[in-house]
């Protein structure tokens, strides 16, 4: 089984950054994908940004493009989430997951794609 903890979420004002981290235990895959998404109260879960496993491939969701950044190290079971310029809108529970691939070169947009998934980081934005 695959253990997924996020953290680093918190509060923070309109403008400022936060940097969440995903760290992986457990019977971890020789290779996988990474990806975060987002729920606000009475909202669907939203795709934010997801990473290869080489990490050379990455995405991100038109709301949260220019400001946010995905990266890894694999060397520590690790995805990053880097967000700046925060604004109230962000304000969600953010999740990441992971999914076993074959191909260091490919990602995945869409959260039923994912086979594991952390509990989740709460990040709010106050205007």
């Known amino acids: 089984q695959v253990q997924l903890v996020e953290s680093g979420g918190r509060l923070v004002q309109t403008g400022g950054s936060l940097r969440l981290s995903c760290a992986a235990s457990?019977?971890?895959?020789?290779?996988?994908?990474m990806g975060w998404f987002r729920q606000a109260p009475g909202k669907e879960r939203e795709f934010v940004a997801a990473?290869?496993?080489?990490?050379?491939?990455?995405s991100y969701g038109d709301s949260v493009k220019g400001r946010f950044t995905i990266s890894r190290d694999n060397a520590k079971n690790t995805v990053y989430l880097q967000m700046n310029n925060l604004k109230p809108e962000d304000t969600a529970v953010y999740y990441c997951?992971?999914?076993?691939?074959?191909?260091?070169?490919?990602?995945?947009?869409?959260?039923?794609?994912?086979?594991?998934w952390g509990q989740g980081t709460q990040v709010t934005v106050s205007s």
């Open positions: 457990g019977r971890t895959f020789s290779s996988y994908a």
């Open positions: 990473i290869s496993w080489s990490g050379g491939r990455k």
């Open positions: 997951a992971q999914k076993r691939v074959d191909s260091g070169s490919v990602y995945y947009t869409v959260s039923h794609e994912y086979d594991y």
